[in-house]
């Protein structure tokens, strides 16, 4: 089952204590059960007074490479999207926020190795993050702005299959952006469900012509990518200008 909620109530003038106990209060409603998966939507800013509350949440480790940030902007955004998550599992788990033992493997994806059945992905575009957490099965998350690109048809010939640029290519003008970056963000979150990261090759993988001319079209995809497994994917519906995606590996 999947639920969004919007996180940026709990955080209007609260300390640690108030927050961790907000997001406590809010996850007794919505923890995810085995097999399902909650997603939330976070708004970011450049608040600095939010940011330094949420920086009291992270690890030395987490403060040093959020202080490594040379500009403001992406600085706000990783604190405040980490301190969110630390947040989230630590209400999952029964623990302080700053004391959940994310670790990163080799490809870059966090994972609590302690608890391999407490799953979880993170993305951010534009003014939004997203936390995907969920139990019993390995997931990836993507949000995108839908921003205007330098060449759009270059970035299309390596991102979509053949078959997906033909029927893209036949959209209308004010149809292909959001079309793309659905199809983007779904591939996205397919690579990172199943381990692949970069490693993924997005113009390879044919995930239906009906993706293109429904973006937001309801209800899950099962998608197969030979030798790595089957995820479930779900378009979600977000704020105006962005497209987002969630993917769930299946059981082999």
Known sequence: MLRSCDFSTLYSGKGHDEMSESVSREMSLLYPRSGECDVWILPLDCDDARTTASMTMLTPAERVRANAFKVSPPRHRFVQTRAALRLLLGACLNVDASLVG????????????????????????????????????????????????????????????????????????????????????????LSKALGLGIALPFHTLDIGVNVVLEPVAEGPQLVSVPDYGSCKLYPLSLPSGYSGALAIRQPH
């Open 102 to 189: 994310i670790e990163q493997d080799a490809g870059g994806k966090p994972s609590i190795p302690e608890r391999p059945d407490c799953q979880f992905n993170v993305s951010h575009s534009g003014v939004y993050a997203l936390l995907a957490i969920g139990h019993g099965h390995e997931l990836g998350v993507d949000i995108e702005c839908q921003r205007e690109t330098g060449d759009l048809d270059l970035l299309a010939s390596n991102v979509l299959s053949p078959g997906e640029q033909a029927v893209w290519h036949a959209l209308p003008e004010v149809a292909k952006l959001p079309a793309f970056f659905s199809l983007w963000t779904k591939k996205e979150a």
